[in-house]
């Protein structure tokens, strides 16, 4: 029996010569062409392929969206076809669980990799539907109606993009453990809790996706419960219940049903207050890690981008996640998401590696540059290595600014008291510092700024100005 394959890439002319390589193949039937995100979901829909070869797409990261489709399609097998420039990225790749080949790509290697994929019969015991929008009552938080208890209906968010400006989703990650990630994450995290927009004081939610050894609640003096694993837990109640109302015994269910399942489970952007804790002294929301270390071990794929597309939805204004100095699916993912990343570094050798490393991985793998902010901390006065020199081991742009954080003797006081740099009195360097990293990040508090503009406007300049210039 052929095996069904959907091609998805924005190069037609690559498409149209792989097509005419599998016309005649006793193994393969192309069963739909897509040069667009919207259009592959329609081919998802319509065509029903066993496997989808993934080219380049300009909409989106190749990852997000093979876990965008994988959530919604979990039978489905995925192959990167990779430009030679692209292939840095396979590690990541095969991370997700995707083959990857190379470009041009060869009929004999799809075949290959055809005959290799299994798909589980999943569709006997969960039929999929089409993709729908939110219902009213799901975007404006009523009580579910008698067919959203049921359940019935396929993820609703699964394509869905945040608006443009609506919120910003910024994930401060560093290739190296104790360079004050943590740290640049509070402080970021309650400078923008203090800022305001169009006269209302924003939104702002904290994530810490460091999920074994995440600190951030400690960093702020607060409990971790309610937790991230709370959700989990709530996510995996809501499957059981699911499968139960199928006839499907719980726990004969097999992990790649579970994410069949979490498939069909609705979103509820509405619903994370139940999940986070609040810091009264900034109005900071907090998601924090689990509790115990355990716990993160039964955190599954299918729960982080649950819970990412839900953040995704939601009414905070920026969202700002703390990430582990590693490369796990929660990284990779949280990098994905984001609109910004902010690199963390110290000027130290292995720091600076890593960081030269990464951004030269980022580079052939053509991410966007303008994501990424570097910004150095514990920088002190006299070190071995200055700004330029950093900035030339980088191969950064002359206009592309370094951010740093200087080595102020507060920052541990704030540290081991779990009060934030931004909220002591008092002059201080490193908080100067993160308000200048912040306002790149996100330019907040146009109110003030035009009231501070227009008083500019306004003022007359007295005689004694004009004689002194």
């Not at 067919?147 to 394509?159: G, K, L, R, S, V």
């Not at 509790?291 to 955190?299: L, T």
Request: glycine share 6%; aromatic share 8%.
């Amino acid at each position: 029996m052929k095996r069904r394959l959907l091609i998805v890439d924005d190069d037609r002319e690559a498409t149209r010569q792989l097509a005419n390589q599998l016309a005649g193949s006793q193994l393969i039937e192309i069963c739909g062409e897509a040069a667009s995100v919207d259009e592959a979901w329609a081919k998802l829909q319509q065509s029903r392929p066993d496997l989808v070869l993934l080219g380049g797409v300009k909409e989106t990261e190749r990852g997000v969206l093979c876990q965008q489709f994988r959530l919604a399609f979990p039978h489905l097998a995925f192959i990167a076809a990779c430009s030679p420039n692209e292939l840095v990225w396979e590690p990541f790749f095969r991370n997700l669980g995707i083959w990857v080949i190379a470009k041009p790509v060869q009929s004999g290697q799809v075949e290959a990799l055809a005959m290799m994929a299994q798909s589980p019969a999943l569709d006997t015991r969960f039929p999929r539907q089409p993709q729908q929008p939110f219902s009213q009552e799901q975007q404006g938080g009523m009580p579910h109606s008698k067919d959203q208890d049921q359940m019935t209906e396929p993820h609703p968010a699964i394509h869905a993009q945040p608006k443009a400006g609506k919120k910003r989703l910024i994930t401060v990650y560093g290739p190296k453990g104790g360079v004050g990630k943590t740290f640049i994450s509070r402080e970021l995290a309650i400078f923008f809790s203090m800022q305001k927009k169009e006269g209302r004081p924003l939104k702002v939610l904290a994530v810490d996706f460091n999920l074994d050894l995440g600190t951030f609640a400690t960093a702020l003096n607060l409990p971790r419960t309610p937790n991230l694993f709370t959700w989990v837990q709530e996510l995996d109640s809501q499957l059981h219940a699911l499968a139960q109302k199928r006839g499907i015994d719980p726990y004969s269910v097999r992990p790649e049903e579970w994410q069949e399942l979490a498939s069909l489970l609705p979103l509820f952007p509405q619903h994370i207050e139940k999940y986070v804790i609040g810091h009264t002294e900034s109005g900071l929301d907090v998601l924090t890690s689990p509790r115990d270390i355990r716990q993160s071990f039964e955190i599954r794929d299918y729960h982080l981008y649950l819970i990412l597309e839900t953040l995704k939805q939601s009414s905070y204004d920026v969202i700002l996640i703390d990430t582990a100095p590693d490369t796990t699916d929660a990284t990779i993912q949280a990098l994905f998401f984001a609109e910004q990343v902010v690199m963390v570094g110290t000027p130290v050798v292995d720091s600076i590696e890593n960081i030269q490393r990464l951004l030269k991985l980022l580079r052939e793998a053509e991410y966007p540059e303008e994501r990424i902010q570097v910004c150095m901390n514990r920088l002190q006065r006299k070190e071995m290595f200055t700004l330029e020199e950093i900035r030339a081991y980088f191969q950064l742009h002359p206009s592309k600014k370094i951010f740093s954080i200087p080595d102020d003797g507060e920052v541990k006081k704030s540290i081991n008291t779990g009060i934030p740099v931004m909220m002591q009195t008092g002059r201080s360097a490193a908080r100067e510092a993160i308000e200048t990293l912040g306002k790149a990040l996100f330019p907040v508090d146009e109110e003030t700024k035009k009231l501070a503009a227009k008083g500019k406007q306004s003022e007359k300049p007295s005689l004694l100005r004009w004689l002194w210039g």
